[in-house]
């Protein structure tokens, strides 16, 4: 896989609590210069990136109940608005885990399909944090995703652990091809990289800083 088709399978971020405008606006450039898939960022900058990337190929992304996902619903679905409305082109959504784990599966499904039915044709991701999930809740978030109609399941935020291998396989074994993946969290280098590609995933989340630096390897 050469360098620019690597660059088309990741997502570059800027999302931690420090990011400041300097940041985003390395993030544009390196963005521009790479050809990644998407920029992510945090939704205060997203009317920067939009104005940043427009006439490009690289989309703009936002969050929406990141990264704890324990919004109200409600709170969700304005944040999703407000995404759209400025420019995101990419959602990606932290799922309600403490539902999922309270066996509360109608709420996280009709979460989902709420959000989705704002979003319509761009696509939804959604986090459902692979790493606080014991086995078969694991692949019952990937079912729930499937059925509120998501685009992805994304294995993480970036901010609790990170994915493994094993969990991008786990997530492939459940969906099959009724939705793709995006693998996100300590993903660090081209081997790490590829490795994810080949298990199943389509998309990688990765900081724009670790991003550079694969693509450079």
């Not at 014991?134 to 994304?154: F, H, M, Q, S």
């Amino acid at each position: 896989m050469d360098l620019l088709e690597l660059a088309s399978h990741m997502d570059a971020t800027q999302v931690q609590s420090n990011v400041t405008e300097k940041d985003i606006d390395d993030l544009i450039k390196q963005s521009v210069k790479y050809g990644f898939a998407a920029a992510f960022v945090l939704p205060c900058y997203m009317n920067h990136v939009k104005m940043g990337l427009d006439g490009t190929r690289v989309h703009t992304g936002g969050v929406v109940g990141f990264p704890s996902g324990g919004e109200l619903t409600e709170t969700k679905l304005y944040e999703t608005r407000q995404n759209i409305a400025l420019g995101a082109e990419e959602v990606d959504m932290v799922i309600n885990v403490g539902w999922l784990l309270s066996g509360k599966y109608d709420w996280v499904r009709d979460e989902i399909k709420a959000v989705k039915d704002i979003t319509g044709n761009i696509p939804l991701k959604c986090i459902i944090e692979i790493s606080l999930l014991p086995e078969d809740y694991a692949k019952r978030a990937c079912e729930l995703v499937i059925e509120g109609g998501g685009d992805y399941v994304k294995t993480a935020t970036g901010w609790v652990a990170p994915t493994t291998l094993d969990q991008v396989k786990l997530i492939k074994s459940v969906v099959g091809d009724s939705v793709y993946i995006k693998a996100a969290g300590g993903i660090r280098s081209r081997q790490t990289a590829l490795d994810f590609l080949e298990a199943g995933a389509h998309r990688l989340g990765i900081s724009v800083r670790n991003a550079v630096k694969i693509l450079q390897e």
